[in-house]
């Protein structure tokens, strides 16, 4: 199947962009960017997945950490 498109909700991307900006401001630029990489690497998974919901894919990702 190939990979879905995921075209997150405008809100979302605002809740996203206003976490980065508290994170830069209150642990770091670095902090801030692995945030950032870690949500585009969640969507690109989903995209991989799209019959998977949510629920699953974040239970699978908690079980390898």
């Known amino acids: 199947m190939p990979p879905?498109?995921?075209v997150p909700h405008r809100h979302?991307?605002?809740d996203v962009l206003d976490v980065v900006d508290y994170y830069r401001e209150h642990?770091?630029?670095?902090?801030a960017e692995?945030?950032?990489?870690?949500?585009?690497?969640?969507?690109e998974r989903f995209s991989l997945h799209p019959k998977r919901d949510i629920?699953?894919?974040?239970l699978s990702r908690q079980r390898f950490q």
């Open 4 to 6: 879905k498109a995921i």
């Open 12 to 14: 979302a991307v605002d």
């Open 27 to 31: 642990a770091g630029a670095p902090v």
């Open 34 to 43: 692995n945030f950032s990489l870690e949500v585009a690497q969640a969507l």
């Open 55 to 58: 629920t699953q894919a974040m």
